[in-house]
């Protein structure tokens, strides 16, 4: 055999190793070795059954060898280090890896499952071959396309680049909406055995999140509401108060200087004008009333405020402490 015929034995031998890894790593090779090392722990296990993977779901996942981790390192790995942003989980692609901030309230359930299925799909969408992605970004725009301009996914994904547009759009699809047509509902149905019930755990976590942020707004509109009637009734009261007062004065200099012709007079004007002071003073109880019932109900909204700072401080990695509302 010639030096040439050599190389190109070598040179074919190559190129066919390396169709060989290449064949491996698209048909999952990887990932059964890497899911088949490893070991979940026992929180770990119960949440992956709770999602109810289908096989190739559940060996990608473990693959990425998920984690809950504390705050310390779930910051350090998801380099989540800004107070005002609430990041409940990552997948680093260099590492193939996801963690999940072990979120520790028990109002949120769901809340890991939701997570830990949204960053299973990133890992998901870097393993489609660039052809199935063509396909599927067309898809999953045209989803987008049909949201209403302050849908929350089609609000939050304004801020995403072009490259993490559609990677970020396919796990919220799947995590959080119902009903998509029929291919992408065939998409997700080969990593998730129930995809309705993934966005089930979406929408009892952020239900929760809703509930307490309605609670506030409406408390808070009551306050304001009720702030207006309770200024608008005692500057109405001071008005009637002092009309009243001047003509009570004048009543009493009236009476003093002997301007009344007969007692008849007298007793029917001072009757009317002490049921004019009656009739102020039950209306300065009623308003006496409402205060309590606003100063009760600052206590109340209050409260709320504090309730919804921990629930949204739960998930807060960065959360040290909360800050109470003062009357």
Known sequence: MTKTA??????????????????????????????????????????????????????????????????????EKCDSHKAEIYVLGCYLTGDDQIHLYDVDETELSGVKESTAAHELLHAVYLRLPFWEKDSLNQKLQSVYDSLAEDDDIKTSLKLYSDNDFYDELHSRLGTEIKDLPYELEKHYEAIFKNQDKIVDYYEKYSGTFKKYEKETE??????????????????RLAELSK????????????????????????????????????S???????????????????????????????IFNSINSNSEQFETVNN
């Open 6 to 75: 050599k190389i190109r034995a070598a040179l074919s031998g190559i190129l066919i190793a390396i169709l060989l890894v290449e064949a491996f790593d698209f048909f999952g090779g990887y990932d059964f070795i890497k899911a088949g090392l490893y070991q979940p722990n026992e929180e770990m296990s119960d949440l992956i059954s709770n999602l109810e993977l289908t096989s190739r779901g559940e060996r990608i996942l473990k693959a990425t060898k998920p984690s809950l981790d504390s705050k310390e390192l779930f910051n």
């Open 243 to 278: 009309d009243l007062n001047e003509r009570i004065e004048n009543y009493n200099s009236r009476v003093s200087s002997h301007s009344y012709t007969d007692a008849r007079t007298i007793r029917a004007e001072g009757d009317s004008l002490q049921a004019e002071v009656n």
């Open 218 to 235: 409406a408390l808070g509109k009551r306050l304001e509401t009720m702030q207006t009637e309770i200024d608008e009734e005692e500057r």
């Open 280 to 310: 102020i003073n039950a209306a300065y109880d009623a308003l006496n009333q409402k205060i309590d019932e606003y100063n009760n109900l600052i206590v109340e909204y209050n409260n709320s405020v504090i309730r919804t700072n921990q």
